[in-house]
T-cell receptor, first 114, second 114 residues
Framework: EADIYQTPRYLVIGTGKKITLECSQTMGHDKMYWYQQDPGMELHLIHY???????EKGDLSSESTVSRIRTEHFPLTLESARPSHTSQYLC?????????????FGPGTRLTVL | KNQVEQSPQSLIILEGKNCTLQCNYTVSPFSNLRWYKQDTGRGPVSLTI?????NTKSNGRYTATLDADTKQSSLHITASQLSDSASYIC?????????????FGRGTQLTVWP
């Protein structure tokens, strides 16, 4: 089982609140990713990082921001949550030198914005 | 456009029966294809991974096939168990980018009834 953790697992908040979703991995992986997944739909990449101080936007436009100050930590922040942000957020990581780019996923955070 | 299509969208089978899930892709240049199992409310977990030169790979009761010429893959589940109830996601990786981008299908939702 992959050593990648996400907290909280479930979050219900009101519109306008600032939230941070935590993601940590203990595998020493350089690459980390955030995906957004709605029920019955494919995962969409919203942010990724090649390593410390590296962050890039993914394919799906997102109002969230990320930071990578430490290798093992890749938090995602929403400054002002809206109902349209309701979704499942999955964090993943992979080795930089992996020829397969095998990504290991965390358990996800289910976010509901009322 | 790089895409991954899966069928059927959902499937119900009785415990002990076999089933086969399909995946068609248009991702190019192709690097590898993997099948993930995603339990409800959890992150995806890798079942198998296949490169261009591999056409069959097994992992216990799961057997994946790959036809790189027709760009098709299948996942066969033998002697299904109740714990097999999950979403099965086909994921294709390209080798045309430093990121090693992953393309996700929408998954097949499998339900195993007793």
């Amino acid at each position: 089982e992959a050593d990648i953790y996400q907290t909280p697992r479930y979050l219900v908040i009101g519109t306008g609140k600032k939230i941070t979703l935590e993601c940590s991995q203990t595998m020493g992986h350089d690459k980390m990713y955030w995906y957004q997944q709605d029920p019955g739909m494919e995962l969409h990449l919203i942010h990724y990082s090649y390593g410390v101080n590296s962050t890039e936007k993914g394919d799906l436009s997102s109002e969230s921001t990320v930071s990578r100050i430490r290798t093992e930590h890749f938090p995602l922040t929403l400054e002002s949550a809206r109902p349209s942000h309701t979704s499942q957020y999955l964090c993943a990581s992979s080795e930089a030198r992996s020829s397969y780019n095998e990504q290991f996923f965390g358990p996800g955070t289910r976010l509901t914005v009322l | 456009k790089n895409q991954v299509e899966q069928s059927p969208q959902s499937l119900i089978i009785l415990e002990g029966k076999n089933c086969t899930l399909q995946c068609n892709y248009t991702v190019s240049p192709f690097s590898n294809l993997r099948w993930y199992k995603q339990d409800t409310g959890r992150g995806p977990v890798s079942l198998t991974i296949m490169t261009f030169s591999e056409n069959t790979k097994s992992n216990g009761r799961y057997t994946a096939t790959l036809d790189a010429d027709t760009k098709q893959s299948s996942l066969h589940i033998t002697a299904s168990q109740l714990s097999d109830s999950a979403s099965y996601i086909c994921v294709v990786s390209d080798r045309g980018s430093t990121l090693g981008r992953l393309y996700f299908g929408r998954g097949t939702q499998l339900t195993v009834w007793p």
